[in-house]
Nanobody
Framework: VQLQASGGGLVQAGGSLRLSCAAS????????MGWFRQAPGKEREFVAA????????YYADSVKGRFTISRDNAKNTVYLQMNSLKPEDTAVYYC?????????????????WGQGTQVTVSS
């Protein structure tokens, strides 16, 4: 599986962005998908995950109520809608795929990674 993330950019605090992650391969629907982020000088952290068919989602406490993960299996794409953005959301955002039907917030349990897209939130 190859993943291509896009949609990052510069936005003011309180604004919104939607990230997209396009996946190659015919078995996209069988993968659990996740978003992670890494700010300068910090470790990569979990943001959100969804299992197949949008039947389950999981969020980090820091983004719960502001971010929404979704997927369109027909388009082999997973999205991260980010609302009410804060300066502390500034990071490189990565999408990842896990060859399992179970959710996970552990980055080591993901098998494939996209290249990352920069999100910068100004105050």
């Amino acid at each position: 599986v190859q993943l291509q993330a896009s949609g990052g950019g510069l936005v003011q605090a309180g604004g919104s962005l939607r990230l997209s992650c396009a996946a190659s391969g015919r078995t996209f629907s069988s993968y659990a998908m996740g978003w992670f982020r890494q700010a300068p000088g910090k470790e990569r952290e979990f943001v959100a995950a969804t299992i197949r068919w949008n039947s389950g989602t999981y969020y980090a406490d820091s983004v719960k109520g502001r971010f929404t993960i979704s997927r369109d299996n027909a388009k082999n794409t997973v999205y991260l809608q980010m609302n009410s953005l804060k300066p502390e959301d500034t990071a490189v955002y990565y999408c990842a795929a896990r060859g399992s039907r179970w959710l996970s917030r552990d980055s080591s349990e993901y098998d494939y990674w996209g290249q990352g897209t920069q999100v910068t939130v100004s105050s």
